[in-house]
């Protein structure tokens, strides 16, 4: 679990940079966006993959053969959230709405992958030491 979180800290650390750099370069597509907003994106998909990535591994060394309920009813929880501040991302700013959805989900996509690997190779790992 340590690796996954320091792989989580290093990706963060790249798509912060990354975050600052669009905004920094002037990039004409996420000029109309704050500051803050690309940034604030960032830390949460961190803090929501975090805590994902916990409760899915928790929950699969407590009990391997709830692992699929665990990790669907995680999914679903989490994928709401997205849901409610991708909206909420969209309304507070209007006049960069729909450059803030494509932000969002390029990192959705990115941090997805990110997971989704780390658990499979977990998986992977477990299955060899069983």
């Known amino acids: 679990m340590r690796r996954y979180f320091i792989g989580l800290i290093v990706l963060t650390i790249v798509m912060m940079l990354l975050a600052f750099a669009t905004k920094w370069a002037g990039m004409a597509f996420f000029a109309?966006?704050?500051m803050w907003l690309l940034p604030a994106a960032v830390l949460y998909f961190a803090a929501a993959y975090?805590?994902?990535?916990?409760?899915?591994?928790t929950s699969m060394n407590k009990r391997?053969?709830?692992?699929v309920q665990s990790f669907l009813a995680?999914?679903?929880a989490v994928l709401f959230i997205h849901i409610v501040v991708l909206v909420g991302g969209m309304l507070?700013?209007?006049?960069g709405g729909k450059r803030f959805a494509v932000a969002f989900l390029i990192l959705y996509v990115i941090y997805t992958i990110y997971m989704i690997t780390s658990i499979v190779l977990y998986i992977r790992?477990?299955?060899?030491e069983i």
């Not at 975090?50 to 591994?57: A, I, N, R, S």
């Not at 507070?92 to 006049?95: D, K, V």
């Not at 790992?125 to 060899?128: L, V």
């Open 32 to 34: 109309p966006l704050p």
């Open 50 to 57: 975090g805590v994902q990535y916990w409760l899915t591994v």
């Open 64 to 67: 391997p053969k709830a692992f």
């Open 74 to 76: 995680t999914t679903v």
């Open 92 to 95: 507070s700013n209007p006049a």
């Open 125 to 128: 790992q477990k299955g060899k």
